[in-house]
């Protein structure tokens, strides 16, 4: 133990933390879904956004058959980056049905409208169900005649690829969109919001800090006034703030969370460069003539590595607690995006009803990722803390 450095010291004690390393674990899990996404959802449109208004508001573990019509627009089929990022435009219009019966050359369906309404039948020509439904109706004579042979083909092709069954493990909100898929997307968005604003607070707060704290004077002062304003401000009213000078958005929500979060990271920073500017291997490299941004960068940056992880990991939980508090209140991303906090505000009205699962499902996911970061934060304090180490050693 004696020849381990201190970063080694810190990983061992970190790995020791069972909840720390619970922690991690569940945030790397999450990251692999974010990244994953539509990859994995069971709803692979963009934005999770196939409405289905028949079936809004349905329970967890519903499931439905439905009838796939053939969009008649074009619907390219993207690659699979372009899947991974933005998702698969849907190439049927989805109809939600109780049974169906072939008639010749149409099928006749009993179209469901409603767990209080009798199915309405209709009747689709087998012909548009597979190549597009017409935008129009075509004159008369127009219309292909089929064959038997045809005919049977079409009926097999609907059999097999076009009457399915779609499960919703959670259920459908308030558009009969799969909230399954809007909450897995909704961990991307979060953890989005919380890796820029990080990048961006620890950028802005640690050049101001180490600038604050190593050189001092009407610097520091400059820097401190600075800060102290900022620091006064609530952080939420801040962020709204910023989020009206900037516009609404994904971009400006990652900007506004960022600029409201590098005060913390500053003061951190100017305290601990303030202590380790007069020690004695920092006197020695002024002595041997190196510029003052190679000994901040070099030489004291790197030995408050452990603090600065610390308050990142926090901050990552304050950010995704503000990203979801300003999608409550309406200036985070905009719809269709799935945002957790914009999937509470969408249903928190139906917690009185039986239906409390719309808005508690999504605050679960918050609840649960920002515990994750919090049990991370805590086993980094831990681990860097020369004294715990000391104990247990």
């Given at each position: 133990?004696?020849?381990?450095?201190?970063?080694?010291?810190?990983?061992?004690?970190?790995?020791?933390?069972?909840?720390?390393?619970?922690?991690?674990?569940?945030?790397?899990?999450?990251?692999?879904?974010?990244?994953?996404?539509?990859?994995?959802?069971p709803d692979d449109t963009p934005q999770a956004n196939d409405m289905t208004l028949q079936i809004s508001l349905k329970k967890p573990g519903?499931?439905?058959?439905?009838?796939?019509?053939?969009?008649?627009?074009?619907?390219?089929?993207?690659?699979?980056?372009?899947?991974?990022?933005?998702?698969?435009?849907?190439?049927?219009?989805?109809?939600?049905?109780?049974?169906?019966?072939?008639?010749?050359?149409?099928?006749?369906?009993?179209?469901?409208?409603?767990?209080?309404?009798?199915?309405?039948?209709?009747?689709?020509?087998?012909?548009?169900?597979?190549?597009?439904?017409?935008?129009?109706?075509?004159?008369?004579?127009?219309?292909?005649?089929?064959?038997?042979?045809?005919?049977?083909?079409?009926?097999?092709?609907?059999?097999?690829?076009?009457?399915?069954?779609?499960?919703?493990?959670?259920?459908?909100?308030?558009?009969?969109?799969?909230?399954?898929?809007?909450?897995?997307?909704?961990?991307?968005?979060?953890?989005?919001?919380?890796?820029?604003?990080?990048?961006?607070?620890?950028?802005?707060?640690?050049?101001?800090?180490?600038?604050?704290?190593?050189?001092?004077?009407?610097?520091?002062?400059?820097?401190?006034?600075?800060?102290?304003?900022?620091?006064?401000?609530?952080?939420?009213?801040?962020?709204?703030?910023?989020?009206?000078?900037?516009?609404?958005?994904?971009?400006?929500?990652?900007?506004?969370?960022?600029?409201?979060?590098?005060?913390?990271?500053?003061?951190?920073?100017?305290?601990?460069?303030?202590?380790?500017?007069?020690?004695?291997?920092?006197?020695?490299?002024?002595?041997?003539?190196?510029?003052?941004?190679?000994?901040?960068?070099?030489?004291?940056?790197?030995?408050?590595?452990?603090?600065?992880?610390?308050?990142?990991?926090?901050?990552?939980?304050?950010?995704?607690?503000?990203?979801?508090?300003?999608?409550?209140?309406?200036?985070?991303?905009?719809?269709?995006?799935?945002?957790?906090?914009?999937?509470?505000?969408?249903?928190?009205?139906?917690?009185?009803?039986?239906?409390?699962?719309?808005?508690?499902?999504?605050?679960?996911?918050?609840?649960?990722?920002?515990?994750?970061?919090?049990?991370?934060?805590?086993?980094?304090?831990?681990?860097?803390?020369?004294?715990?180490?000391?104990?247990?050693?």
């Amino acid at each position: 133990m004696a020849d381990l450095t201190p970063t080694q010291r810190a990983l061992q004690a970190f790995k020791r933390n069972k909840l720390a390393m619970a922690g991690l674990v569940f945030v790397a899990c999450s990251v692999l879904v974010a990244l994953l996404g539509y990859l994995i959802m069971p709803d692979d449109t963009p934005q999770a956004n196939d409405m289905t208004l028949q079936i809004s508001l349905k329970k967890p573990g519903s499931s439905f058959t439905m009838l796939r019509i053939r969009k008649d627009s074009p619907v390219d089929t993207v690659n699979i980056l372009q899947k991974l990022w933005s998702g698969q435009p849907d190439f049927y219009l989805n109809v939600p049905i109780t049974g169906y019966r072939f008639v010749k050359d149409s099928i006749i369906v009993n179209e469901y409208i409603g767990s209080e309404d009798k199915p309405e039948a209709k009747a689709y020509n087998i012909f548009e169900i597979v190549n597009g439904v017409k935008q129009a109706t075509p004159p008369a004579g127009t219309q292909p005649k089929l064959d038997v042979a045809s005919i049977k083909n079409y009926q097999t092709i609907i059999l097999k690829d076009q009457i399915i069954k779609r499960h919703y493990l959670l259920g459908t909100d308030l558009y009969g969109r799969d909230l399954f898929s809007r909450l897995i997307l909704g961990t991307r968005i979060s953890l989005s919001v919380g890796l820029m604003a990080v990048i961006i607070s620890m950028l802005i707060g640690v050049s101001i800090g180490a600038a604050a704290g190593y050189y001092g004077g009407k610097i520091d002062a400059a820097f401190s006034w600075l800060m102290n304003i900022l620091w006064s401000l609530p952080a939420l009213l801040l962020v709204i703030a910023l989020s009206f000078a900037l516009g609404k958005g994904l971009w400006q929500i990652f900007i506004a969370v960022g600029l409201s979060m590098w005060v913390e990271v500053a003061r951190l920073v100017r305290g601990q460069v303030m202590g380790l500017k007069q020690v004695e291997y920092i006197e020695a490299a002024r002595a041997m003539g190196f510029n003052n941004y190679r000994i901040i960068t070099k030489h004291i940056l790197p030995n408050i590595t452990g603090p600065m992880l610390v308050l990142a990991s926090s901050n990552f939980a304050s950010a995704i607690l503000l990203e979801a508090g300003l999608s409550f209140l309406g200036f985070g991303a905009q719809p269709p995006m799935p945002t957790w906090g914009g999937m509470i505000r969408e249903h928190y009205g139906y917690i009185i009803m039986d239906l409390a699962y719309l808005a508690v499902a999504p605050g679960l996911a918050i609840m649960l990722m920002v515990y994750a970061f919090n049990l991370v934060t805590v086993g980094l304090r831990d681990a860097f803390d020369i004294k715990s180490q000391s104990a247990r050693l």
